[in-house]
């Protein structure tokens, strides 16, 4: 699955997030359960209202908070997301996206003001921002967006022009949280025709944490759905609406990209160290090709393949663990994968009852069905029968 947030007209902020992700087929109950367990933390009502609003005469979905308590301090916001995404029942990567854009805030109000221990939030510490970073968290997880399969996509951030009335007087737009945020996450960004703010830091932050390019996908994609929010004011020359799209690739076809090394003085329990550091940052798959190079010296061709968006990532693992000086990246390149899943099968092999798992793929409408091969081993290993035998009786199993 693709997902493209389209921030490139209207900008981008916490409640047309939410709005966007309702429209796209989300059930308003979902941000209804938020509303209540976050009212139930604070001590006082939360009102989250959600309504249909017309933009230059576009549909969209509008989202208001209303509440008693304007306030809280960065101690209370981080007490009531650690809490509130076990409340939620959170998986564990909405849950990491929930604290990690907390903290890219609360970072950006440090670097910003020079707070290190205790910044204030001025604007950023009302319970809106609760609801934005929780809601779209909640939200996301049911859309699947944090599935690994799924790639998402971003434009550029319209951020608006002019100038804003804040606690800091008068700053100019975008404000410096929002910038220190465009900074961290190397948001490509521009200005609008018209005076007003259309990015927040709560908007960008979320798609700082949640967006892997922002680009667009370069091979040929189709529309399933699409899902409109709207900001809360009206612009004469656009409608102020963000727009996000569930997208779907022909047969299988997925961007991935392309990571790559060449190296001449690194052991063999160095390299084995590092491929499984690479899987374990989510490398869809680490080949390591020996060769010859320069002065006639066997070395080796370290070749990863990644998801877009975690080129950086997998180029410093290489970098920092063996030392090389450079790393190519081959962004933007396709590859088609068959429709596959993980399905756990139950075995009785020689008195053991055992559970394995296997992958399941299927081309043409033919299944196939291969062992999970570190499922296979415990299983041998405690047996005591041989693995390829284990392997044999798990496949037949499953077919």
Do not use: C, W
Request: charge should be positive; glycine fraction near 8%; hydrophobic fraction near 40%.
């Amino acid at each position: 699955m693709l997902i493209y947030i389209d921030a490139s007209v209207a900008g981008i902020s916490g409640d047309m997030i939410i709005g966007s992700l309702l429209d796209l087929g989300t059930k308003e109950e979902s941000i209804y359960v938020v509303e209540r367990e976050i009212s139930k933390v604070l001590g006082h009502p939360v009102k989250i209202t959600i309504k249909d609003v017309k933009k230059h005469g576009m549909t969209s979905k509008g989202v208001t908070v209303d509440t008693f308590e304007e306030s809280l301090s960065t101690k209370k916001l981080k007490e009531n997301v650690a809490s509130l995404t076990k409340i939620l029942k959170l998986d564990i990567e909405a849950k990491k996206f929930s604290i990690e854009t907390l903290m890219t805030l609360l970072r950006a109000e440090e670097k910003v003001h020079g707070e290190k221990e205790d910044p204030h939030l001025h604007e950023l510490g009302s319970v809106d921002t609760l609801v934005d970073i929780l809601g779209t968290a909640k939200l996301m997880q049911e859309l699947d967006f944090f599935d690994k399969n799924v790639n998402v996509y971003s434009s550029s951030v319209a951020v608006g022009n002019g100038t804003i009335e804040t606690s800091h007087g008068t700053l100019s737009i975008p404000t410096p949280v929002t910038t220190e945020i465009l900074r961290r996450f190397k948001i490509p960004f521009k200005f609008s025709h018209e005076d007003g703010e259309l990015a927040t830091p709560t908007g960008v932050a979320i798609l700082g944490n949640i967006a892997h390019s922002f680009k667009s996908p370069f091979y040929p994609v189709k529309v399933e759905n699409t899902g409109r929010g709207s900001g809360r004011y009206d612009f004469k020359s656009f409608p102020n609406i963000l727009r996000i799209m569930k997208l779907s690739s022909k047969k299988g076809i997925e961007e991935v990209s392309i990571v790559e090394t060449s190296v001449d003085d690194v052991t063999g329990e160095v390299l084995g160290y590092v491929i499984k550091k690479l899987y374990d940052k989510g490398a869809f798959d680490v080949q390591v090709i020996p060769t010859i190079s320069k002065k006639n010296r066997p070395s080796y061709i370290i070749f990863v393949l990644g998801k877009v968006g975690s080129e950086e990532e997998l180029a410093r693992i290489l970098m920092e663990e063996i030392g090389t000086l450079g790393v190519r990246i081959l962004p933007a390149q396709m590859r088609m994968v068959s429709k596959r899943k993980l399905e756990n099968i139950k075995i009785s092999i020689n008195g053991f009852k055992e559970t394995a798992r296997v992958k399941v793929s299927y081309s043409r409408g033919k299944k196939h069905v291969k062992a999970e091969f570190e499922d296979a081993k415990k299983i041998a290993a405690k047996t005591g029968i041989p693995l390829k035998d284990v392997i044999k009786e798990i496949e037949k199993r499953a077919t």
